[in-house]
C-alpha cells in the first residue's frame, strides 16, 4: 500500500513518455503552434492543388519528426528538443509580427546589431509570447520522465521511425515533384520561414562563413589612383557623404510623397535621384556593398571583404577621410581608416540609454573642418529611421506629424500613427542633411563644399503585414529597396569644376539609378582617377564640361 502510494505519488508528479513519442509530440507542438506564416505561405502557393497541399503537410510533417527523432538518445533528446522549441518560439515571433525572414542575412544583421537596438525588439508582449510558447512546453519536457529502451532495441526503434519517415517524405515529394518544383521556382520563400529548421540552418551557415572569413586580408585596390588636378581655385574640395539608414523613397516629399518631410531640403537647391535601387535590404549587406567596386549583381559578403573599397582608393589618392558613426558600425569597410564610434561619448545633449539622436553627428562637423587642410571626405553614418522605436529617432519639436506611435510595439499602434513616426524620422533626417549643407556653406570662403546623401535600404511599414526590413531581395518590397539620394554641391565648385546642375536635375529625374553608382560617382565628383574608375558608372560623368571629363585612367 505504502509502495503503491509512492509510486503513485511519483507517477502523478512527473509523468513517464517514451523518447519517440516525445519528439512525435514535440513535432506536432512546432508545427502547429509556431509555423502559422510557413503554413499560411503554402496554403496559399498550393490553392489550386489541394493534393498536393496535402501530400506537403504529410511530407514536411513526417520530414520534421524524422529530424527530431535523429535527437533522441539519452541525455540528448531533452536539451535537443528544448533548444528545437525555444528557437521555433523566438522566430515564429518575428515571422508572424513583423513577416521578418530568419536567414543567413538576417542573423548577421542580428550578430552584428547593437544591445540598445535589439533592445527595441523586446517588448513585453514578445516577452509573454516566448514564455508561453517557448519556455512553459520546455518546462514540460524538463518535467517528464523519458523511458528510454535498452540501447540495441532503441536504435532499432529510432532507425525504423526515421526510415519511415524518410519513406514518406520521398513518396510525397516524388508524387507531386512537378507541382513541388514550379511552386518553388516560382516562390522562392516557401520553405523561408519553416521553424525550427531554416532558423538553425542559418545560424550555422552563418557561422560558417564568418569562421573562413576571419582572417580574410583585403587586397589592395586603386593604388594607382591620383587627384587629376583640374581644379585649382585654391580651396580644398570637401565631400560629406551622409550615409542613411533606414530611409525609403516612398517617403521623401521630394520625391512626390503627399506629406511635406523635406521642407528645409526643398529650399537648398539639391538634385533629387527618384529612381534609385539598393544594394541589400539590410545595413550588413548595403554598407559593404556600396562602398565596394562591385555592382550588386558582383558584390558578395566575401568579395567586400577580400578587396579594399572606396575609403581606400580616397586615401590612395591622398584624399583625407574620416568616418563618424551614430549607427551600427561601419561593416569593416572603414579598417584602414580614421573611424569614431560615437555612441559611448552618451553626450545628453544628444544621447539617451545607449543611443544618440544624428545631430550628435552635425555637432561634430564644425571641429572636423577646422582640421581641412586638403581634399577630404567626411563620411557620416546616421541612425536616421532605424525602427522599431522610431519616436526615440527625432526630438519633441519634429513631433509635426501626429498622432505618432510613441512605442516600439507596433501592435499598440494604429497605422496612421506607425506611418507619422516614421515620416517624423524623415522630417528629421531632412533638417540634419540641411544643417550639413549649411555647415558647408558658411564656409563657402575656404572650402568647395559638396554634400551626398543616400540610404542603406527602406523599411516596410506594414504594407502587406510586413514591418522593418532585411527581406530576402529577391522577394523584397519595393519599400525595402527603393532609397532616396540627393546631392548638394557649392556654386563655385559647380562652376570652377564644370559640373552641370541644370543637366544633372534632368538626368537624375529622368534615369535609374542605384548604389552601384555610388563608387565611381564620389571618385568623379572628387577628380580622382583610377584605372578602377568606371565613368559610365559615374552620375556627375555625362554632366561634365568635356575639359574636366575624367577618363578612366
Ligand atoms: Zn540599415
Redesign the pocket.
Known sequence: MNDQTKASGRHFVRPAIGSVTLCLIATLYVLLVTNRMFWTKAYGYFLAEPAAFTAFVIGISAAMMGIFTLFSAKYLTKPALIFFVLVASVSSWFNDQFGVIIDKEMIR?AAVSTGAESGHLITTRFITYVLLTGIVPSLIICWVRIVHRPILKKLAWNTAVILACSAVFVVAGTTFYKTYAGVGRAHRDLMDTLNPVIPIASAVRYTIDSQRDANVVASPLGTDAHKVGVVDNGKPRVTIIVA???ARAQDFSLGGYGKMTNPELAKRNVVYFPNTSSCGT???T??PCLFSVYTRGEYTHRKGLETENLLDVLTHAKVDVTWLDN??GSYDVTDRVPYTYLPPSADPRFCKDGECRDEILVDKVDGWLDKVKGDSVLVLHQL?S?GPAYYQRYPEEFRRFRPDCRSNDFSSCSQEEITNAYDNTILYTDHVVSMVIDKLKQRSGSISGAVLYF???GESLGENGIYL?GTPYIIAPAQQTQVPMLFWMADDLAKVGGFDMACLSKQAAQGTHSHDNIFHSVLGMMDVSTKVYDPKLDVFAACRAPSNKLAQN
Open positions: 544583421n542613411g539608414e533606414t539590410a545595413t550588413a548595403s554598407i549607427d551600427t536616421g532605424h540610404s542603406d535600404h526590413h
